[in-house]
């Protein structure tokens, strides 16, 4: 009998992982999720009727699978952060699940369930938010292929997406659960039925309706700003073995003058233009004294000759300090005295002696930053410093493009890692940026579905925020997408690329934008309530049994 169960626990185990793997894998499957969580459930129910003990194993087990399945790729970067993503992502949502069977030992009926649903919202939020933060596989990214299902965004952000998503499967879950023990029959009259059929089919379709009807009228905002993409296409990790920093300077200028062409002299060009290149363009940009950089000097030099153009790029930049005791936990000593701070960042110069800098502040983990950097920092020296100590800055701020006519355009730019986080990207929309960024090195992960991932994520934030987005990245995908989160074109994967196009700029505040993650927040404190009526019924529990 126990063989049988266990059989059953795999094929089970292996179709959610399966389901709920697809909608981040493959584009325009998003759909998928809406049940994915049907076997995990009805494996939990089976469990809970059966008496089997030791069910944490096939549920922690459904998730290492489903985090693997999505995520293996981080591993062709550091096979110890991907294994540590995988395990310890699984780990906490069985910890969820495990909370949740737990109180089923106390509350009757539906509420374990909807504890399970806002239980996952809100660790989903605090995770945003967290030093350790891994919010890749949030249930509302399912859509990042799909994002004419999911217009809406711009009033809920993706986490209103995790919220349709446990609540489609919790309604086909709870109908499946009536059929299987006769209730359905028994117990449902008509209008019971059609009530639980009717609002079962309005969860699912309604949503895609809207969406639909508000991808049809939304208006593209048409105030265009010229841009240039430039992907070197420099393997990251033979960056500076293969060829010096001046070799790529060499290149990038190579790259941008044959788009440039025409403007060249062009005394009658008037407006804005912008040229992108990469994260971690170059390592030579000192904080203290910018014109330092030679890269720095050289794109300067290069601007005389095209008024009204701006050069944005990444750099790994440096903070040099002056201090006989260490400044910060993060700093990492030269010599007695002398220390360096190191950062992600990005820099707009227009070739006025006036750049302007942003340093990235969603750093990964690990291979960015040291987390709870008074604990663990002491380790890491111990350790020889191989983790990464960089620091970003206290909140976001803009970068503009400066034309021929005066005129200043604020643009954000999210590095690499930041255009992950939702409510976080809405900070650059809120500092007045009229159009987005990005920036980022995707080539660490291979030819794997990563960079994939990355990309359509943007689609998500061009819909919550409504901002058109150019994508520039090191060997690929490098995008224009526009504010319906549309992508309207793409480069080759590791090949070299210039793409010449425009992004449209808008003024207009999105309900995200100017209210924030509301799901996420009302979520977090349904979750704290019911989370003390359950304290208080394990409380009572315990004192009646001792009575």
Request: aromatic fraction near 14%; include cysteine; charged fraction near 15%.
């Amino acid at each position: 009998m126990r063989k049988n169960t266990n059989l059953l626990f795999s094929c089970f185990s292996l179709a959610f992982a399966v389901l709920m793997s697809l909608p981040f894998l493959v584009p325009h499957l998003g759909f998928i999720s809406l049940a994915a969580f049907l076997p995990l459930l009805m494996m939990d129910r089976i469990a809970t009727l059966s008496g089997y003990r030791h069910f944490w194993v096939w549920h922690y087990l459904s998730f290492v699978l489903w985090n693997a399945f999505t995520t293996f790729w981080v591993c062709n970067a550091t096979i110890g952060g991907g294994l540590f993503a995988v395990f310890a992502n699984a780990f906490q949502m069985s910890v969820i699940f495990g909370v949740f069977r737990f109180s089923k030992r106390y509350f009757r009926g539906v509420l374990p369930y909807i504890l399970l649903m806002v239980m996952w919202i809100a660790w989903e939020r605090a995770y945003f938010d967290a030093d350790i933060s891994w919010p890749w596989l949030v249930l509302g990214n399912a859509f990042a292929g799909s994002v004419r299902s999911v217009q809406w965004y711009e009033f809920t952000g993706s986490l209103g997406g995790s919220l349709w998503i446990w609540m489609s499967n919790l309604s086909l879950f709870g109908i499946l659960v009536a059929l299987s023990d006769g209730s359905w029959a028994m117990k449902f009259n008509m209008k019971a039925k059609i009530a639980a059929v009717t609002g079962c089919a309005v969860l699912l379709i309604v949503p895609f309706a809207v969406s639909h009807v508000i991808y049809c009228t939304y208006e593209e905002k048409t105030e265009p700003l010229d841009v240039v993409i430039v992907q070197p296409n420099i393997d990251p990790y033979h960056k500076f073995e293969a060829m010096t920093q001046a070799q790529q300077n060499a290149v990038f200028i190579s790259q941008a003058e044959s788009a440039l062409k025409d403007r060249k002299n062009d005394t009658l060009s008037v407006g804005s233009l912008l040229v992108l290149a990469p994260e971690t363009f170059t390592n030579d940009v000192v904080t203290n004294d910018l014109h330092y950089s030679r890269t720095l000097r050289l794109f300067d030099t290069f601007l005389k000759d095209y008024p009204g153009v701006s050069i944005l790029f990444g750099a790994s930049s440096h903070t040099y300090i002056s201090s006989e005791e260490r400044p910060s936990h993060t700093a990492r000593r030269i010599r007695d005295g002398r220390w360096v701070e190191s950062h992600n960042s990005a820099i707009m110069t227009d070739g006025n002696g006036h750049p302007e800098i942003f340093h990235k502040n969603k750093l990964v983990v690990a291979v960015e930053m040291t987390p709870y950097p008074a604990i663990f920092c002491p380790i890491d020296d111990m350790l020889g410093g191989v983790m990464g100590r960089c620091i970003g800055q206290d909140s976001v701020s803009v970068l503009h493009v400066r034309g021929t006519d005066g005129t200043e355009i604020p643009v954000g730019c999210a590095i690499c890692y930041e255009s992950v986080y939702g409510e976080y990207y809405t900070g650059y929309v809120k500092k007045g940026a009229r159009a987005m960024t990005i920036i980022t090195n995707d080539a660490w992960w291979g030819n794997t579905p990563g960079y994939r991932q990355h990309l359509r994520y943007a689609s998500l934030r061009a819909v919550e925020t409504r901002r058109s987005i150019a994508r520039c990245a090191n060997t690929g995908i490098s995008a224009f997408i526009d504010q319906r989160g549309d992508i309207l074109e793409t480069s080759q994967w590791w090949k070299p690329a210039v793409m010449h196009g425009s992004i449209n700029l808008n003024d207009e505040l999105t309900f995200f934008v100017r209210n924030g993650d509301i799901t996420g927040r009302v979520c977090t404190f349904v979750f704290w309530l019911i989370l003390a009526a359950l304290a208080v019924r394990v409380i009572l529990s315990r004192r009646q049994k001792q009575a």
